[in-house]
């Protein structure tokens, strides 16, 4: 399954951006599909997923408040809004899915990786 990221750039601190994840030419029927994100030195962490035949979600204790992972059925589409963003959420941003039918949070539990969007905030 190929993924693509698209909708990071850069954002002055308390912004907003909204990224988006496409699989062309297929859909996401069957899969949980993640958000994970790696900042320069850092591991790679779970921000967000989503069940697509479900739309249940789960997010990382820091995603909650401010960021919101949703689907699109019509588009194939899953979304990330990110709001009030900080210079801490600085990093690249990598879209993923999963065939498990867990709340997956770790990385080792996705199989499929889009090539990461940079999302850049300034202080």
């Known amino acids: 399954v190929q993924l693509v990221e698209s909708g990071g750039g850069l954002v002055q601190a308390g912004g907003s951006l909204r990224l988006s994840c496409v699989a062309p030419?297929?859909?996401?029927?069957?899969?949980?599909v993640g958000w994970f994100r790696q900042a320069p030195g850092k591991e790679r962490e779970f921000v967000a997923a989503?069940?697509?035949?479900?739309?249940?979600?789960w997010y990382s204790d820091f995603a909650k408040d401010r960021f919101t992972i949703s689907g699109d059925n019509a588009k194939n589409m899953v979304y990330l809004q990110m709001n009030s963003l900080k210079p801490g959420d600085t990093a690249v941003y990598y879209c993923s899915a999963t065939s498990s039918t867990s709340y997956s949070r770790a990385s080792s539990e996705y199989d499929y990786w889009g090539q990461g969007t940079q999302v850049t905030v300034s202080s």
């Open positions: 030419g297929r859909t996401f029927r069957g899969y949980a």
């Open positions: 989503i069940r697509w035949s479900s739309g249940g979600t």
